[in-house]
């Protein structure tokens, strides 16, 4: 072998150790970068693609998670393993926002017992539950979305002065199937007299938004508090227990009603988000108002609805809601004006007021509260420091009070008030500012099933919302996390632009490349 020929194989044989050195330096390098990107948290390598942030969490939720001290695991209930990789992104943010929550995919084809410990009913495929070690809770598939009717909307613009503004308003799956049973005959006929037919106005329904951040957040909220509030139900006092009905809607609103005697208990429990002295038949005692005076002192509410009767002698009663400017008037309500009346003048239809958010479920909805044999509450001209009260129901001005017996004037015409909201900063022991509710029903017959089919639901919807408004802590603040919309825009291309794009990106840009290598190649191999 000639000198030349044994130099260019060695110096081949040099080149190839060190092409073979390097090229194992780089895939080695690349294993370890590949390792390190995977290992990065999933909002630094992944990135919603749904062009509305549906896979992010906002910095509200971020805070929470990463405060969380309690480990929490959230099953995700997926058929056969097949998982959504938007809502997978979702859950992952959750994941790393705090390291307390653990998120396990549960297919319930493989394990058919596993939703039985948590609902007797079957749950749906893409449903969430979430435990920890104080209480579980399930988030249907559903109630993650808003939810929007076509034939609701139509039928609006064309008939504004017959349905509710918020009927246009997206809404949960519960809410809109609770619009759809009380407006969709209406809404059908409506749309009938324009010429459009309509079966079915539940076919209209899409989704309008998800609102998942929301209910998980919520969720975690829920399953992590040390206290659940409950609505304690007072008894002991010649009272009517609610009605099934009433009991029904409680619980719909969040209020997990308890009973209570304080005679018997000598006291009120740590976790009650609101009292409901519900239609006494008898005063207070001095001890059970020193107890509700010093609840109420501490940030409690009480939700409140008495009788003519009862108003006639309730000193005790009276010392409790002094302490906001109240007071019970002797005497009956007679209304003046027929406008104000439902068949008798002792059965008020009263103006209701679009001040709080109790009322806010009377006036959406288009409920018109009947109030049958009211009082009238006293509004002090000078309230205690601290105190705002809010009229929620008021007679017209012709309205008059009578004696029981409707045989004696006791006062002259002039506007009354039948329920009020009022609200007292208070300061507990441990130097806390709080606010005291006191919400008062000046009808004891208006919260029974009678008065409650009259009203279409409107009375107990406005007992049931006062009280769950009352008390705070029996909404999650993430509720009102931001929902996020679901429309989505899509690039539209002509025809012939496609083939355009298709021809240059498939073929022109392939082939280009092709042919650089191969004349790459040739060049070198004539060297």
Known sequence: MSHSALFRMKRSVKIGTYSLILGVILLAALVVANLLVGALPAKITSFDTTGQGITEISDETEKFVSGMTEDVTVYWLCENGAVDDQFRLLLSRYEEAGKHITVKVVDPLAEPTFTAAYSDAAISDYSIIVESARRFTVLDFTELYYYSNAAFIAAYQLFPQYLPADITAPMSAASLQSAVSQYGSMVAYMLSTQGVSVEDVSQFNAIHSFCGEAQLTSALDYVTREYIPHGYLLTGFGETAPSESLSELLDTMGMGIQTLDLAAS???????????????????????????????????????????????????????????????????????????????????????????MATSYVTSGGFKPQLPNCHAISVASTLPAGVTVTPLFTTSDKAVIVSLDKATTLSEAGKQQVAVAAAKSVTTSDGTAKKANLTWFASADAITDTAAESSKGGNYYFYAAAASVMSES???????????????????????????????????????????GIVIWFRRKRR
Request: charged share 10%; aromatic share 6%; glycine share 8%.
């Open 266 to 356: 000598g006291g009120i429990p740590v976790d009650t988000g609101c009292l409901l002295l519900y239609s006494p038949k008898r005063d207070l005692t001095p001890h059970e108002a020193s107890l509700i005076t010093a609840y109420l002192n501490g940030g409690g509410s009480l939700m409140l609805n008495t009788s003519p009767e009862l108003a006639e002698s309730c000193p005790n009663l009276q010392s409790v809601v002094s302490a906001f400017g109240l007071s019970a008037v002797k005497g009956l309500i007679q209304e003046g004006d027929t406008s104000f009346i439902s068949g008798s003048q002792y059965t008020l239809v009263p103006t209701v007021s679009a001040e709080h």
């Open 474 to 516: 029996f909404v999650s603040p993430y509720e009102t996390l931001r929902p996020v919309p679901m429309q989505t825009e899509y690039l539209e291309v002509e025809p012939a632009t496609g083939w355009i794009l298709a021809g240059v990106t498939v073929v022109l840009i392939p082939a280009a490349l092709l042919t650089a």
